[in-house]
């Protein structure tokens, strides 16, 4: 594993920039997929992406998105679904093209059945080739709480109180929370031929220290980064704090 700390989150959202960067450079033009994570963390990240689209001319066009989870009951066009999230954040921002973003149906009747559609959807693609992740503070990586088998593929989720509290923040009340998601499984994630974490805050600490300190266990999702043989872990100091 290979881990970054610096001083500020702005620092550290250069880094996970540069990384991705490489990524789609060293693809020469070719295709590249990205697996790529919503909330706060990853934000900063996707703004200097869109700031080396318009300045340095780093180009999306043959990039495909596959994103890691999404809220059940919530439509594309929900304020808080994880496919508007992306689009408002990067596709709008660059040259991607939004046919190739995809994103679990979170308005699906059958949460299950889209579940292993988008599993299945994500090996046709030919798989991951750097995933980006953030963590919550439970560990979870995609919205694989507590328990979660390490082995696991996209799935129902259900979310824990604590998930669901750190969330509200995003909603009007804590009640609006959905309380299920759909979420690549941790054998999926694990799929990708790079792992990219970045977490940032204080409020991370514990689950950095267990990603990279603690034993791999379901109790700690992010520990299965333990496992990867490409795995790079990006924080501040605050993040860092606990190591
Ligand atoms: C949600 C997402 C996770 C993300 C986590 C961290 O729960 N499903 O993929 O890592 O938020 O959020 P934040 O970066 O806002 O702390």
């Known amino acids: 594993m290979e881990i970054y700390i610096r001083p500020h989150a702005d620092d550290a959202s250069k880094i996970v920039a540069d990384h991705i960067e490489a990524v789609i450079r060293e693809a020469n033009g070719g295709p590249v997929t990205l697996g790529l994570a919503t909330g706060s963390s990853p934000i900063a990240a996707y703004d200097e992406l869109a700031r080396r689209h318009r300045e340095e001319g780093l180009s999306f066009a043959e990039v495909t998105v596959f994103m890691l989870d999404e809220y059940v ?15 408002e954040h990067l596709v709008e921002k660059v040259d991607l093209d939004p046919k190739k973003v ?8 059958d949460p299950a059945l889209e579940a292993a559609r988008y599993d299945a959807a994500i090996k046709d693609a030919g798989g991951v080739d750097l995933q980006l992740l953030g963590v919550g503070a439970t560990g979870h990586i995609g919205f694989n709480e507590p328990g979660t088998s390490l082995a696991s593929r996209t ?14 923040r995003f909603f009007e009340s804590k009640d609006d929370v959905p309380v299920h998601a759909i979420s690549q499984g941790v054998g999926t994630i694990r799929e990708a031929k ?19 300190e ?11 980064l333990q496992l990867h043989e490409d795995a790079t872990i990006v924080v501040d100091s605050a993040a860092a704090s606990k190591l």
């Open 73 to 87: 009951g919530l439509s594309p066009e929900h304020p808080q679904s994880y496919a508007r999230f992306i689009r």
């Open 155 to 168: 799935h129902l989720v259900t979310l824990t109180p604590k998930t669901i509290a750190d969330n509200a």
């Open 194 to 212: 790079k792992l990219l974490l970045i977490a940032t805050g204080e409020n991370k600490a514990e689950a950095i220290r267990q990603t990279i």
């Open 102 to 109: 995809f994103c679990p149906r979170g308005d699906t009747g």
């Open 214 to 224: 603690g034993g791999v266990s379901a109790r700690w999702t992010s520990t299965a």
